[in-house]
């Protein structure tokens, strides 16, 4: 029985391992997604929200880290997770740190 039960439990959490890569999925599916996914509760920054402010954000986080470079700043479609990881590096800052900071910029 022991058995039967480590093996439902195996079972469960890859399904939900799959669940949470479904999410991902449709969120990258739709940008327009919720800025906070209360299943994984972390703040969820909308693509569109980066892309139309980013220059803005880009001045302020060089203003507020001086050892921020342009590369690190980069924006590419598609990759801000790595831009993020760069920021994250350098600030020492949590992404949802360093989003819930950026959005009280304004």
Do not use: C
Not at 39 to 63: A, S
Not at 76 to 97: L, V
């Amino acid at each position: 029985m022991r058995h039967h039960n480590r093996r439902n439990e195996k079972l469960l959490n890859h399904l939900s391992g799959i669940e949470s890569q479904i999410r991902g999925i449709v969120q990258l599916a739709n940008p327009r997604h919720s800025f906070f996914d209360h299943t994984k509760k972390t703040i969820v920054m909308d693509k569109m929200e980066i892309k139309g402010r980013w220059n803005e954000w880009k001045g302020r986080l060089k203003q507020a880290h001086a050892d921020l470079t342009d590369d690190d700043l980069r924006y590419e479609e598609g990759k801000e997770d790595e831009m993020f990881g760069r920021i994250q590096k350098k600030t020492g800052r949590a992404k949802d740190d360093l989003i819930k900071w950026l959005r009280s910029l304004g």
